[in-house]
């Protein structure tokens, strides 16, 4: 088995020798400078689905539902879920609700930071496993052979910009337990040589199956954990067993010396690949059978190359992506949060200008290669050889090559990657430093500013990661032919109520992307609140013919409708919608104000009764039943259906505010008065509850407790309809009692 000497080119690397322990803790703080203003971001982006829409994370949900939950909180078994089996993951999640008593993002997003920190500090074991090999000392303790290189690789993978995504965003946290699991297991499998693990000191079986069961743990997190076998099956070939893979190759398929199986067997090398292969097998089986219905349906909005066709044109957009996400590693100054939507045009030509990207991404690679393969010198050969697995490997899942992706470019899916990414640069600057020695303090400079570089970036994204806000409209200049972004800049607008900036935005989306149906159904929204309903039938119903089976738009189309008095029409539209989407209490509830509308009260009640069904704290849907058997005069149905609803919602004002009318109808003063005064304490400052209860007192003879609620109601609105009347009633009734009395 194979243990390494010194690097010869460590020395030369101008950073100071630091002990183990003082190296990780500079690069947990070098880690924590550069994400550490994103702490008190608020829930942005997917964080709204993953967490904050998530009812996984609720201590009212049993906690054997994440098992059977995707990432997002839907069952793995249904046909729209996305397949992202991560529970240990929402697990975090859960914690994080439980031990701030709800969804605080502070907590969400330090937890992200102290992860990534203590993620970068164990690099340096990584790194220095993978340059300098395993080396023990008399107490059988690791020895790093290359301290400054495993720093300088740590200290660039702590500080690299692209990881904003993974920290900054809570989602993030699959990426981070992914890769901490994924290091956890990589150091495990090193255990299992350590010296005198095992009686024959070869390795030692129980040290690979705990490997085993931290990968599984890994991918328990995110799937990409899975490609840590890869990594320790190259460490193994490469490192332990010291193969090397060009004159391997040449004794496979040139046949000038056979294979020597025997000191294969030896080693242990094919039990151990044996045991990886059999141990990643069952967790790709597993992983299938919980999936239930087979693999996630993406669309050509998600990942347009995927669909191209002839087959060649789909591998040329492909590599071209392997080339954006070669550059986000080389100069991560262009990150966004989103590339799909015609961010990435696809070549559609070999005269397209990018295609030099793809030539020189792999003129590139061919040269790394060949330096990892045939290379004289065996440290260059074995580092680069690993840099690139650990570069290549763990973006394998993202590649498109085994399966199709529901994205175009994904900055977090570089996490993992990055190491490698870093490795192979420490490795260069620690050669050029050793070849140009004179050189050094220009180098020394060099590599100082470019982490310079990397802490500024890494601040000013973290930044824009912490409110929605200025996270969209920072992608406007990276993608600005992107309809997503444009979405969701427009969405943030209406969310803050801005709908006249927001509409400007809606329609850029819809120019860019014409069947964007959900650009077109909230676009339709907002005309619709703005009375311009003749545009807003229009959109809509461009949405449901390019989507039949968007629910959302047939019930908004139904409302314009409605609007518009196109009755008939309104009611297909709302029945198409409960078609699509069969628990649709929201749909209902404005079925039922169409029915209200056209005086069709039983099935109105009924449409109502249907969304509370489907949910019971549907406010308006109750109010809306009370007050029109109220309307109606069925006040003994209104005071029951009332009292029902206050069992669900007991501090529910507006319910209270219409059940104190039917028991004041109903002469019940007392309860009526509870009910008007418990409201009244909930929201004080409802002018319409001071002016019924100054009825109610009113009609029960309490005229100055009646005069100072008509008082209170007035001042808090002075031109409720009524109360100026009553009020002026009042005031009469209480003058001619004063010259009547003796």
Known sequence: MMALTEVYWDHHIPLPKLAPAQAKVTVALVALLCFINSYDGEFVFDDSEAIVNNKDLKPTTPLNNIWRNDFWGSNLSSNSSHKSYRPLTVLTFRLNYLVAGGLHPIGFHMLNIVLHAIISALMIDVFATLIGGLAYDEKGRILNCAPKTSLLAAVFFAAHPVHTESVAGIVGRADLLCALFFQLSFLTYCKAFQKGSDRDDRFSVSWVMVSLLLCAAAMLCKEQGITVLGVNAAFDVLLICNVNVYELSQRLFCKKNPLDVSEMLRLGLLTRLTLMGLGGLSMLYARWRIMGTGPPAFTEVDNPASFAEPMILRIVNYNYYYCLNAWLLLCPWWLCFDWSMGCVPLIKSATDWRMAWLLLLWCILIGLISQALCSQDSQRRRTLS?????????????????????????????????????????????????????????????????????????????????????????????????????????????????????????????????????????????????????????????????????AAAWMNLGIVQNSLQKYEEAEKSYWNAIR?????????????????????????????????????????????????????????????????????????????????????????YKESEGFFLHALRINPNSASCHGNLAVLYHRWGKLELAKKHYELSLKLDPEAPGTRDNYNMLRRKMDQLKRNAP
């Open 386 to 550: 690993l840099g690139l697995v650990l570069l290549v490997v763990p973006f394998l899942p993202a590649c498109n090559i085994f399966f199709r992706v529901g994205f175009v470019v994904a900055e977090r899916v570089l996490y993992l990657s990055s190491a490698g990414y870093c490795l192979l640069l420490a490795f260069s600057l620690g050669h050029c430093c050793f070849h140009w020695s004179k050189y050094r303090k220009l180098l020394c400079i060099m590599v100082l500013s470019l982490l310079c570089v990397y802490v500024v970036r890494c601040a000013l994204r973290s930044h824009q990661w912490r409110s929605e806000k200025s996270l969209f409209t920072s992608a406007l200049t990276v993608c600005p032919l992107n309809a997503k972004v444009h979405y969701n800049v427009g969405k943030n607008l209406a969310d803050r109520g801005n709908t006249t900036a927001a509409i400007k935005y809606y329609r850029e989306a819809v120019r860019l992307h014409p069947t964007y149906v959900h650009a077109m159904n909230n676009l339709g929204n907002i005309l619709k609140e703005k009375n311009e309903l003749v545009e807003a039938e229009e959109l809509l119903s461009k949405a449901v013919s390019i989507q039949p089976d968007f």
């Open 580 to 668: 699509f989407r069969r628990k649709y209490p929201d749909c209902y509830y404005n079925l039922g104000r169409l029915y209200a509308d056209q005086n069709r009260h039983v099935d109105a009640l009924n449409a109502w009764r249907n969304a509370t069904v489907l949910k019971p704290d549907h406010s308006l849907a109750w109010n809306n039943m009370v007050i029109l058997l109220d309307n109606t005069g069925n006040l003994g149905q209104a005071e029951l259906i009332g009292r029902e609803a206050l069992r669900v919602l007991p501090s529910d004002h507006t319910i209270m505010f219409s059940l104190a009318n039917v028991l004041g109808k109903l002469q019940k």
